[in-house]
């Protein structure tokens, strides 16, 4: 019978002796059980080559080169702006002026501020929103979210590094996320959505949720320019 004979050291599988065993299996079994006791060996994920740091260093370079947005941020022309009149996120059109159907289907009130901060980064196309809604007996039925388009992974990754950021300094009372979403089959972008991830939203109330909206509105655009900025240098 084949036996497995410790080698002094107890409770780690590689330490253990082949005894019987024929000599054709032996490297079978010492493999076996090295994968057993160190499995991150078969798990190890080369790095990309070195070159694709270069793409960093110039996405985050493109990002400063397109944003932040000049006036006006909402759309151009906007007869709401004016030379003596500075584009903010409060400014009462900004839902009208935000929104492709203007008067017919302005943003809502409570998410527009965000969605006006988002698009004036320069990098985000914000395309549908919504700032959540309860259902009758009180309880969340749609979380507050942001659909948006985006050119590259590098500005996606540097607004979830941002957003992470807020949370992990407890300035977000839930953890928000950036998902994939549906879009339509004639439609050749990628669209992504900024939503608070499923487990703290249920855990959370609306107001809290739509309180988030309010500190990402108040908080996202420097904390993502130096966020980039921090990309950019850990990449050269």
Not at 74 to 84: E, F, M, Y
Not at 171 to 176: C, D, P
Request: hydrophobic share 40%; charged share 25%.
């Amino acid at each position: 019978m084949p036996s497995l004979r410790p080698s002094g050291e107890s409770g780690r599988f590689a330490a253990f002796e082949v005894g019987a065993v024929a000599p054709g299996n032996r490297q079978f079994i010492y493999d076996f059980f090295v994968a057993i006791a160190f499995p991150e060996a078969d798990l190890r994920i080369e790095p990309r080559p070195a070159r694709r740091k270069g793409d960093v260093v110039r996405e985050v370079r493109r990002a400063h080169a397109l944003g932040p947005m000049p006036d006006p941020v909402c759309c151009p022309n906007c007869p709401d702006h004016g030379p003596l009149t500075r584009c903010h996120r409060f400014c009462p059109a900004a839902p009208r002026r935000l929104s492709s159907e203007g008067e017919r289907s302005p943003v809502e009130p409570l998410v527009a501020p965000l969605v006006f901060e988002l698009k004036k980064l320069g990098i985000f196309y914000p395309c549908w929103s919504c700032e959540g809604h309860e259902d009758q007996n009180g309880r969340l039925r749609n979380v507050p979210r942001i659909w948006f388009y985006a050119d590259s992974v590098v500005h996606i990754r540097g607004l979830a590094d941002a957003i992470n950021g807020l949370f992990n300094a407890r300035r977000l009372s839930a953890r928000w996320q950036i998902v994939l979403t549906h879009s339509d089959a004639d439609n050749p972008d990628t669209t992504f959505s900024l939503e608070p991830e499923p487990v703290t939203a249920t855990e959370g109330s609306l107001p809290s949720l739509q309180n988030d909206l309010r500190v990402m509105s108040e908080e996202l655009g420097a904390t993502f320019w130096r966020v980039c900025d921090v990309l950019a240098a850990q990449a050269r």
